[in-house]
């Protein structure tokens, strides 16, 4: 059973900083790519940044320049630095890692974390 362990949310005032983490384990052979979505109240979920395991990334463009993600390979985990928050980026943040499980098995699975809430607000 494949987990992903979302830590690092909390509240935060307008222009300060926050840093997500999600560990995966479970039954992983290897990971494509990981990333973090999130939904705010009455809104859709939507990309926030995605990272391959060849360290390419991608941003939505009302977070482009202020977040950040990384990830470390071996310990199955990416990372979501955000810097100079604004009330809008509150939402509940989600961790998703599309992976295979096996060397032999060529299909991609997709789970996602349990979720960790970022609030911004003065």
């Known amino acids: 059973q494949v987990q992903l362990v979302e830590s690092g949310g909390g509240l935060v005032q307008p222009g300060g900083s926050l840093r997500l983490s999600c560990a995966a384990s479970g039954g992983i052979f290897s990971i494509n790519s990981m990333g973090w979505y999130r939904q705010a109240p009455g809104k859709e979920r939507e990309l926030v940044a995605t990272?391959?395991?060849?360290?390419?990334?991608k941003y939505a463009d009302s977070v482009e320049g202020r977040f950040t993600i990384s990830r470390d390979n071996a310990k199955n985990t990416v990372y979501l630095q955000m810097n100079s928050l604004k009330p809008e980026d509150t939402a509940v943040y989600y961790c998703?890692?599309?992976?295979?499980?096996?060397?032999?098995?060529?299909?991609?699975?997709?789970?996602w974390g349990q979720g960790t809430q970022v609030t911004v607000s003065s």
């Open positions: 990272i391959t395991s060849g360290g390419n990334t």
């Open positions: 998703n890692a599309e992976y295979l499980k096996s060397r032999w098995d060529t299909r991609t699975f997709r789970s």
